[in-house]
């Protein structure tokens, strides 16, 4: 404020230091005298608002003004479970899930390649269509498909199976939908209608190996293990480094009395896949079946020893199995 002090000393030292208090009525006196005594207060308050106004500019610069946060757009998530290609039980085989992406057959028309979490191939539509409804329809068929295989990884079947079939109903040409298809309904029990989903996908894609497995998987819970064995031979071809096919065509060799060849099958298969605990323990049923208790005990250790809680069901029955040895 000295700037507004220099104006009032001055104002003191013109006027013999008789400076009327701010806002009382100015006193009389010659038309002279009254003008300087105008352009004295003039002054005084121009100098106030130059004063004022620095002020402000100064605390504007040292505490701006912050706007609205604003919140960060929410990120589009897609459902994509973990592979779940694993061989099943003797008992109960289960279907193969395939990742949570999409892929079109051979033959269908191709777009740009997709995302990870997209379809593999971009859907091509019956008609043309404009750009932006393309898209639209594209994310619909996406979103369905993620549904699909979110209620799939949640056990619900029915669910799953409405999704997948108004994928396929909407677009016949994705294989994954086909082959998901088939496989909630075969966990539905509906087998007739699981076999005609794998052949419609295996029509598009004869190499897919989860469809090829699935389908094997469908005749050997059908009791039809024989017309179930080239279909795991087929995926375990196409599909090297998946232990689930030589697993299930094991099976199939076994439950046709043809423990010898199943034997060859899982003693391959461990070669390859020396610390797969499916291997080991259909490896010593197959011992066990065979009657060659030593090596079906070791079998059975090395599956405990890899399992290691991961298949408690599995686990108590082998456990139970070693001590009845042991008594």
Known sequence: MSLLQDALRKAQKG????????????????????????????????????????????????????????????????????????????????PATPRASARRSPSAPRGRAGSAATFRGETALSAPAAPAQAEDGRASQLTRFNEGIAAQAGGDWEAAARLFQEVVSKDPSIVEGWNNLGNALLRLGELPEADRAF??????????????????????????????????????????????????LAISQARRGAIAEAEETLAAARRAFPSNADVLYHLGTVYERAGNRD??????????????????????????????WDR
């Open 199 to 248: 052949r419609k996908a295996l029509s598009l894609d004869p190499d897919y190996p989860a469809a090829l497995l699935n389908a094997g998987l469908l005749r050997l819970r059908d009791g039809r293990p024989a017309e179930a064995a080239p279909f795991f031979a087929r995926a375990a071809a196409l599909d090297p480094r998946n232990p689930a096919p030589r697993v299930n």
């Open 15 to 94: 006027e013999g230091g008789k400076v009327p208090p701010i806002g009382s009525p100015l006193p009389g006196g010659g038309g002279a005298r009254s003008a300087r005594r105008w352009r004295l207060w003039a002054g005084v308050a121009l100098a106030a608002v130059v004063l004022l106004g620095a002020g402000a500019v100064i605390l504007l610069t040292r505490f701006p003004r912050e706007g609205p946060i604003k919140p960060l757009p929410p990120v589009p998530t897609v459902s994509s479970p973990p592979e779940q290609n694993l061989p099943a039980q003797e008992r109960v085989p289960a």
């Open 295 to 324: 090596k079906a005990r070791e079998a059975y250790a090395s599956f405990l020893a890899v399992s290691n809680g991961r298949r408690p069901e599995m686990e108590r029955l082998v456990r139970e199995r070693l001590q009845e």
